[in-house]
């Protein structure tokens, strides 16, 4: 299966110059954060993307573990797949812009995801509906500013706040990312809630060249109410802008197995 998501995917490196004089410097600190979760936002996807990946889920109860197919078009457009466990194998869910359908092939039924179900589980994980629509939206939609440059346990980072604009429907209060600055890789994002109060964290590692790039292979979130829960997203393949058939994003996709 071929994987976008999850919430993750779509980063090049970019070099990042500070101004001396502390005006021009603040005003270039807010233009080159604002280029830093751009690249951040894009770093697995590409125009298009292919990848197979392992989702797995951890929770009080139970640990499951899917293996993914994952594609994309952009930031608008996802299909993924489910190809492992073979009781779950052709379960889909489809992204188009700010829609999304499931596909259940055990009732060979499709479901438009409603409004009121954006803050549901994405299967059955730690991820949420909102999440693959929202992802793509963090240049729109926060105000991105830097709030530290320095050293954190012997590497440079950039530190990153996402404040949402007044005008913007969005979930979070404030998100946070720290992201390192010899290659811009991202190492954690935090989401706030409206409250103030930390909600989650996702982070990123085993860094390794896929598809010609730099990536993160391996993303874990772990809600901050459930610290021994998680849900890991680990890219077994990657491959960046293959040419997709035009039918890719359709519904009559969704539905093969």
Known sequence: MRVT???????????????????????????????????????????SSFGVAEMSITTKRWKRTKTLEIWSEGTEKALIRIRKPKKEEGVATLKVESDIWNYLPKI???????????????????????????????IRDYDIELSYLGDREGVEVYEIALIPLPEAAVVWGKIEYQVRKADLMPLWAKYYGEDGKLKRTMRFSEFK???????????????????????EIRYLELEFDPELPENTFSLSTLRKR
């Open 209 to 231: 060249t896929m598809g010609g790039r730099l990536v993160p292979a391996l993303m874990t979130l772990t809600p901050e109410d459930e610290p021994e829960e998680s849900t």
């Open 5 to 47: 998501h999850v919430g993750t995917s779509v980063f090049a490196v970019v070099l990042v110059f500070l101004c001396l004089a502390l005006g021009d410097r603040v005003r270039g600190e807010q233009i080159d954060a604002r280029e830093i979760i751009d690249q951040v936002d894009r770093l697995m996807r590409g125009d």
């Open 108 to 138: 060979d039924r499709t479901i438009r995801i409603p409004s009121s179900m954006m803050m549901a589980s994405w299967m059955g994980s730690h991820f949420t509906n909102d999440d693959l629509v929202r992802e793509s939206q963090l």
